[in-house]
């Protein structure tokens, strides 16, 4: 069974702070990486994708992709109250996506 | 206009019936898929669709089947709801020529079996 982990959190950090999210998987053979986020009660929007090791940035967003340990991360700098929402690490397999359960960001003002 | 549509929005049903939740898209992706949520399961595939022609089970489709209309419509139907179905149903698509993981999704559809 292949599977995504991510702590439910919540993770709190205050205004202005980076927030630090991770995300471990099991497929070794994954090629495809990427962060949802997703308002409580609204569908999951694509923020980030990375199909490469190293780092990935798109403004306040950094995502940092290590194959060998199996493990993904999504930074957040300068986080902002509109950055409270749970963030879903999803890993490509087989033609289809894996979520992980998400963790719940909250930024305190 | 919303590229992936997903119709009713809200739904209250009763055990037993036979509901019909619908999925359009139009930004021309092939692929669609159907997923439900529940508090601490996260996302779980019922079914996909390659193309019109092409129609997998997922993770958790028993209970379930689907429908794949026409390249922009997908419908998932519970031929007989029970309460555990109750859960907030999304609708996906992605284009296997661009990136074939990156899942686009619907507004969700929000179901509650009584």
């Known amino acids: 069974q292949k599977e995504v982990e991510q702590n439910s959190g919540p993770l709190s950090v205050p205004e202005g702070a980076i927030a630090s999210l991770n995300c471990t998987y099991s497929?070794?053979?994954?090629?495809?990486f990427f962060w949802y986020r997703q308002y409580s009660g609204k569908s999951p929007e694509l923020i980030m994708s990375?199909?490469?090791?190293g780092d990935k940035e798109d403004g306040r967003f950094t995502a940092q992709l290590n194959k060998a340990s199996q493990y993904v991360s999504l930074l957040i700098r300068d986080s902002q109250p509109s950055d409270s929402a749970t963030y879903l690490c999803a890993v490509g397999s087989q033609g289809n996506l894996i979520f992980g359960k998400g963790t719940k960001l909250s930024v305190k003002p | 206009d919303a590229d992936v549509t997903q119709t009713p929005r809200n739904r209250i049903t009763k055990t037993g019936k036979r509901i019909m939740l619908e999925c359009s898209q139009t930004?021309?992706?092939?692929?669609m898929y159907w997923y439900r949520q529940d508090p601490g399961l996260g996302l779980r595939l019922i079914y996909y669709?390659?193309?019109?022609?092409?129609?997998n089970k997922g993770e958790i489709s028993d209970g379930y089947s689907v429908s794949r209309q026409a390249q922009a419509k997908f419908s998932l139907s519970l031929e007989s709801a029970i309460p555990n179905q109750t859960a907030l149903y999304f609708c996906a698509t992605s284009d296997p020529l661009k990136a074939a993981y990156e899942q686009y999704f619907g507004p969700g559809t929000r179901l509650t079996v009584t």
């Open positions: 497929d070794r053979g994954s090629q495809s």
């Open positions: 990375i199909y490469s090791n």
């Open positions: 669709s390659f193309d019109v022609k092409d129609i």
């Open positions: 930004k021309g992706h092939d692929r």
